[in-house]
């Protein structure tokens, strides 16, 4: 069993910066991607960003360029530098990891207004 652990949500102005981080903890012999998705109110969840094993990242398109996804691969976490944040980057994010399944974090609320 695998279980995933974020931090670092929380309220924030535009153009302001937020870090989440998720560690994973449980039995991991071995994990390829990990990544965060976020879910706006009213919304479906929606894919932001992955790394892989290697180091490779994507991004989808709304945060390329402010968004930066990094993993520390001996202590089985991952990370999400946010920054010039915007109104529609609010929601809730959660990472995941794959681990042989796919396995989902809990959440953590991210606010951006004035």
């Known amino acids: 069993q695998v279980q995933l652990v974020e931090s670092g949500g929380g309220l924030v102005q535009p153009g302001g910066s937020l870090r989440l981080s998720c560690a994973a903890s449980?039995?991991?012999?071995?994990?390829?991607?990990m990544g965060w998705y976020r879910q706006a109110p009213g919304k479906e969840r929606e894919w932001v960003a992955l790394i892989t094993s290697g180091g490779s990242t994507v991004y989808t398109n709304p945060v390329k360029g402010r968004f930066t996804i990094s993993r520390d691969n001996a202590k089985n976490t991952v990370n999400l530098q946010m920054n010039s944040l915007k109104p529609e980057d609010t929601a809730v994010y959660y990472c995941y990891v794959i681990a042989g399944a796919r396995y989902w974090g809990q959440g953590t609320q991210v606010t951006v207004s004035s």
């Open positions: 449980g039995t991991i012999f071995t994990t390829s991607e």
